[in-house]
């Protein structure tokens, strides 16, 4: 899998997850939007991810180590409260955010090597 899939992988998964979140709660807060917003910025950044645009490659990076970051509470939360529905949702947001950043990790090593074989 390329780093661009993963990304949009990433990105579909947390909108998804979000909306139900939301849409699920029986008291719905605008806070159970956030990964629905950062998945739709990185949904935005597919195309320059996919033409190996640096810059949106990097932007794209940090959104999904915030967003990797971030969800480790709401699943604390989840895990406390109980709610196995929660926690999926979140473990999955959690699967997929960290399988992309393996992926963008491994596309920069392999564009490094790849600069320092053409530099030979």
């Known amino acids: 899998m390329k780093a661009h ?5 990433n990105s579909l998964i947390l909108i998804a997850m979000g909306a139900w979140g939301y849409l699920a709660s029986e008291s719905p807060s605008i806070t159970a939007l956030i ?3 950062f998945g739709v910025v990185l949904l935005l950044c ?12 990097h932007v ?9 970051v971030a969800l480790f509470m709401p699943l604390k939360g989840a895990i406390g409260r109980a709610d196995t529905e929660a926690t999926v949702r979140v ?3 959690i699967a997929t955010s960290a ?3 393996v992926y963008f990790i491994k596309s920069f090593i392999d564009a490094r090597k790849n600069k320092e ?4």
């Open 35 to 37: 990964p629905l917003f």
């Open 117 to 120: 074989g053409a530099d030979e």
């Open 99 to 101: 399988l992309s950043m």
């Open 91 to 93: 473990a999955l947001m």
């Open 5 to 9: 899939t993963a990304s949009l992988v």
């Open 60 to 68: 794209a990076v940090l959104l999904t180590l915030l967003v990797l």
């Open 46 to 57: 597919y195309r320059g991810v996919k033409a190996q645009n640096k810059v949106i490659a």
